[in-house]
C-alpha cells in the first residue's frame, strides 16, 4: 500500500509540473473594506497574456470567474478585460481570517479561467487582506478586580487582564495607562481619597514573545489595609492606529490580609499531545504545586485564568483541588490544533501562582476528504450543457478536494469510478480539471452521470464521492441519410396527371428540430414531377411520352432543420415504358430515286427509311410494296428496292408505286409512301473546250499587271446535262513558279504574284477541265499561252517560240527532250563551225597583238552594237558567264537551235537593218482532233486545230537572247547557236497527231487522242555563241 501510494505521488508531481503551463498563479495585495468598483487589477496585463494571430480562436477571449454553486464572490472579473473590481460584498478581514493575528497570513483565494480552450489556462488568485483599524481594543470584562496583600514589597508586580483587539500589527494594542477617576467615591472606614490610587500603584507594558502586550500593576507604596482597603481606578487601552481606538475598564484593587507565601507549581510549562479522539473524560494533565504555609493559607485552589480562549474553557476542565486537567467535551483538531491553558494556583492569597499548559492534538483520520465542484460551464439547474463539438480538452469543472487531516490523512487522491469520455487533470494541489478527454457523440451517449471520488491516505482509506451531471447537447453534425441512394423507378407512359411514383424517406440520427426533414427536389429534376416536402412523395404532374423523353435522371435532397442545416442527395431514375402510340414514320412523304439506264436487273435503286418511335417489338417494322410487284422487290426489314426489269429510259423514263411500313405492335399501326424512280441518262460525253480556240494561241500579260487581275480566261461546254456538266477548272502543269492560278468555275486566270524580271518571257500552262459526271468524271486538256512582256513588238517571233514548244513532248519540261537524229546532225555541223569560229578568233586576236593594238576596239564595239538587233528580251549576263562555263559539254546532251540571220544596210550608212531569218530543226506535226458540229453548237475552234490532250505544261518563261556580229567587219549573215535554259518554255510534240482516234460520237471530244512516237527523253539545254 505504502508503495502504491507512492508511486501515485509521484505521478501526480509530474502531472504537476508538466500542466504548470497552463495553470498559473497571480497575488495581488488589497485593503479589507473597500467600496464597491474599485479596481483591483488586470490580469491581461498583470499575466502578460499575448494572442497568437496564426491560432485562430473559437470564441473572443474571456476571464471566467470559477466558484463554487452558492458562494458570493468578494470580487468580480471583467470577462472582456480581465480587469478585478472588489463588489457590494465588502471584504472583512477579521471575519474571513478569525482567530488570525499573523499580518501575512489573511489571504482571500480565487480561481479564473481565461477562455477558449485553444488559450486556456487557470489563473489562482491570492488577495493578501491589508488591516485597517476597524476594531477598538477591549478588555475581557468592564470591571477588573485584583486582590493584593498589604505587606506586597514596593516595586511588586501584578498582572492585569489584557484586552483583546482583532486587528493586527500597528491597529493592533499598543498602550495601557491608568485614568485619573473624575469621581470620589466615599468609605465608611480606612479610606482615603481615590486620586491618591495612581500614587500608589504604576502600570507597566511587557511583550511576549507572541508580540501580545500585557499589561502589569506596579505597587510603589507601603500598602495599609487599616487605612485603605480598596482602590478604585480607570484603565485604558489603545491600538495604534490613525487615527487611534481605545476603550476603557474599572479596575479595582482589594488590599487582603497578609498571607506570607503564596502556592508554587512544581512545572510552570507543560506540554502534552492527545489525540483528538480521546473519550470525554480522559485526563490531560496533573498539575502539582505546594505552599509553604499552614492550615487553611496551605490550601491550595486551582482555576483557569480568565485569559484562555473560551474554546479552551468549553473542552478542558480543571479539579480545583486535585489539578488534574480533563476533557470536557470531544476534540476536534481539525478546528484547533493546538490549546495553552493558563491555570492560576492560589492559597487564598491576593497573588496566585501561574502555570502554562500547552495540549497538542495529534490527528487521527476522522475526516472524509470534501469534493468542492467550482463550474468553468456554468450548470442549468445543476445539469452541465455540454455541446457534442465541443473539441478536446473542453475545461468542465474546478475540482478541489481537501481533507481537514494531517500528514497522509490529509493527502487526497481523485478520479473517476468508471471509463467516461472525461478525465480529470490536475492543475494545482489538491485541485483538478475535469474536461473532455475524446470527441462527444450525443447520437452514441446522451447523458453522463459522472462519480467523482476522493480517497485520503489513512488506515483505513476514508472516501468521499460525488455526482457531477452532464447532458449532452445535440448539435446538427449528421446529415439525413436515404434509405436508398439510387432509386429507380418503372412507369408506363401516358399515365393519369399527379400518379403517386414513389414514398422517398430518409432518416436523421440527430434529434428534436435537426432531425426534422423536409425533402426538397433537385435543380435538375424536370417540372413535370413533384415532391412532397414533408411525405417524401413523389408524383408525376403530367402524362410522360417516352417517345420524347424516355429515361429520367434526377436528384432529390433530404434537408433537416437545423442550424446550419444538413442535407444528402439521392439520384431518382425514372425509366418511362412504352406503348404502341406511334405509327411508322417514313423519312419522307415521297421518295424520288434516279438510276442509270444501265443499272443491270436487281441492282440497288435506293433505300427507303422509316422508323418508328416506339421501341421494342413495337418499333419492329416491316416493308412492303403495295402496287408495282411485278417491276421492283424491296428488302422488308432493310428496305432496299431492287428492279425487277431492266431499264430502257427510251422506252419509260419513270416508276412510281406505293410502299407500305407495319409495326410489330398488338395493335399493329402502319403508314405508307410514295416512291418515283427516274431512268436518267449516262455520261458519256467529255468537256470541250471553246476557248482558247486554238492550242497555237497566246496571250500577252503586261509586266504592270497587279496580282489578282484577270490575264485571260479558258472556256468549255459539255453535252451531258445535271452533273454530268457540271465543270470544273485547274492547272495541271507549266505553272511550276504558281505565278497563275485558275478559277474552278469560271475559268478565269489571273496572276497570283508579282511579275518580276525572272519571269518575263513565254508561259504555257497546261488546263484541264473536267465533269462531276457520274460514275466516272470525263476531262480535256488545253494549252494556255501566256506571254509575259510589256509589249509583243515581234508577233512573228512570239508565234514562233509557240510553234516550237508544241515540239516539247508531254510529261517533259522545254529543254528536258532527248536529241533528235535531226539535230545530231545540227550538232556536228555547230561544233565544227564553233571550231573554225575559235580559230578565226584566235588568228585575229594574235594579228591584232602584232599590230600593237592599233585596231581601235571602240568602234568595233559600236559597231558590233549598231548591228545587233533585240528580239526578245535581254538575259543577265550572270547567266551568260554560267552558260559560257558549260561549253565542253556532250553535244548530243543538247538541244541547239540554229538560226540564221540575214542582215542589209539600208541607204542611211549610220544605221544598219538587220533582218533575221529562224530556222528551227524540228518537225511538228498538227492534225485535227476532232470535228464540232458547228452548226448545232456554237464555238470558237477551228475544225484542224491540234489534240490539246497530248500537250504538257510549261514551267518557266522564254529566256531572251542577242544576236551579235560574228566579225567586226559588217558581215552580211550571222549564225548564231542559242541553249535554252530549264526553265525555259517548253514545247511537247507529237510523232504523229494523225493517228488520235476517239471511240466518242461527240464532235468535242478530243481527249483520247494518243501519240505514237511517245515522249522524248528530256536533256539540258545550253546556248552558245559563235
Known sequence: MD???????????????????????????????????????????????????????????????????????????????????????????????????????????????????????????????????????????????????????????YSVPSAIDPDIGVNGIQHYELLKPKTTPKRTFGSIANDQGQNVFGLDIIETPEGDKWPQLIVQQILDREQKDTYVMKIKVEDGGTPPRSSTAILQVTVTDVNDNRPVFKESDVEVSIPENAPVGTSVSQLHATDADLGSNAQIHFYFSNQISSLAKRLFAIDNTTGLITIREPLDREESPVHKLTVLASDGSSTPSRATVTVNITDINDNVPSIDTRYIINPVNGTVLLSEKAPLNTKIALITVMDKDADLNGKVTCFTDHDVPFRLKPVFDNQFLLETATFLDYEATREYAIKIVASDSGKPPLNQSAMLLIKIKDENDNAPVFTQPIIGLSIPENNAPGTQLTKISATDADSGRNAEISYILGSDAPPIFNLDRRTGILTAVRKLDREKQDRYSFTVLAKDNGLPPLQTNATVTVSVLDQNDNSPAFTHNEYNFYVPENLPMYGTVGLITVTDADSGENAAVTLSILNGRDNFIIDPLTGVIRPNITFDREQQGSYTFQVKAVDGGRVQRSSTAKVTINVVDVNDNRPVFVIPSSNYSYDLVPTSASPGSVVTKVFAVDNDTGMNAELRYSIIGGNSRGLFTVDQLTGNITLKEKVITSDHGLHRLVIKVNDLGQPESLYTIALVHLFVNETVTNSSYVQELVRRNMETPVGQNVGDGEITPQTNDYVKIIIAIIAGTMTVILVIFVTALVRCRQTPRHKVVQKNKQSGEWVSPNQENRQIKKKKKKKKRSPKSLLLNFVTIEESKPDDPSHEHINGTLDIPVELEEQTMGKYNWATTPTTFKPDSPDLAKHYKSASPQPTFQIKPETPVPPKKHHVIQELPLDNTFVVGCDSLSKCSSSSSDPYSVSECSCQGGFKTPGPIHTRQL
Do not use: H, M, W
Request: charged share 25%; proline share 6%.
Open 3 to 157: 508503495l502504491l501510494f507512492g508511486t501515485y505521488l509521484l505521478a501526480v508531481l509530474l502531472a504537476c509540473i508538466v500542466f504548470q503551463s497552463d495553470a498559473q498563479e497571480k497575488n495581488y495585495t488589497v485593503r479589507e473594506e473597500l467600496p464597491e468598483n474599485v479596481l483591483i487589477g488586470n490580469l491581461l496585463k498583470d499575466l502578460n497574456l499575448t494572442l497568437d494571430p496564426d491560432v485562430p480562436l473559437s470564441s473572443p477571449l474571456q476571464f471566467k470567474l470559477v466558484y463554487k454553486t452558492g458562494d458570493v464572490p468578494l470580487v468580480r472579473v471583467e470577462e472582456n478585460t480581465g480587469e478585478i473590481f472588489t463588489t457590494a460584498n465588502r471584504i472583512d478581514r477579521e471575519k474571513l481570517c478569525s482567530g488570525i493575528f499573523s499580518e501575512n497570513r489573511c489571504f482571500y483565494e480565487v480561481e479564473v479561467a481565461v477562455l477558449p480552450d485553444e488559450v486556456f489556462r487557470l489563473v489562482k488568485i491570492r488577495f493578501l487582506i491589508e488591516d485597517i483599524n476597524d476594531n477598538a481594543p477591549l478588555f475581557p470584562s468592564t470591571v477588573i478586580n485584583i486582590s493584593i496583600p498589604e505587606n506586597t514589597a514596593i516595586n511588586s508586580r
